[in-house]
């Protein structure tokens, strides 16, 4: 069994630069790769980040100018810096991580999501 939760949402102003975290816990022998998605409010989800064990990032066309994903590896944590947001960057913004489990079956785990509201 796997967790995956997620911190640092909130009320934040315009121009704010708040960084969420994500930390996974459970029956974990390693993790493939962890990512960041949001979904803003009548929007579909989308890709905001992702960070494999290599550390190769991947970023959304949209976001590699102001957010920035990291790793913890050694915490099975992740996080996105966030600079200058934005209302429009007000969503529900969830973490993800491909999970190799201790019988190496891997699985895409995902958090409840944190809310990130931007006010003007």
């Known amino acids: 069994q796997v967790q995956l939760v997620e911190s640092g949402g909130g009320l934040v102003q315009a121009g704010g630069s708040p960084r969420l975290s994500c930390a996974a816990s459970?029956?974990?022998?390693?993790?493939?790769?962890m990512g960041w998605y949001r979904q803003a409010p009548g929007k579909q989800r989308e890709l905001v980040a992702t960070?494999?064990?290599?550390?190769?990032?991947n970023y959304a066309d949209s976001m590699k100018d102001r957010f920035t994903i990291s790793r913890d590896s050694a915490k099975n944590t992740v996080h996105l810096q966030m600079i200058s947001l934005k209302p429009e960057d007000t969503g529900v913004y969830y973490c993800?991580?491909?999970?190799?489990?201790?019988?190496?079956?891997?699985?895409?785990?995902w958090g409840q999501g944190t809310q990130v509201t931007v006010s003007s």
């Open positions: 993800n991580a491909a999970v190799v489990r201790p019988d190496y079956i891997t699985r895409l785990y």
């Open positions: 960070v494999t064990s290599s550390g190769f990032t």
């Open positions: 459970g029956s974990i022998r390693s993790i493939n790769a």
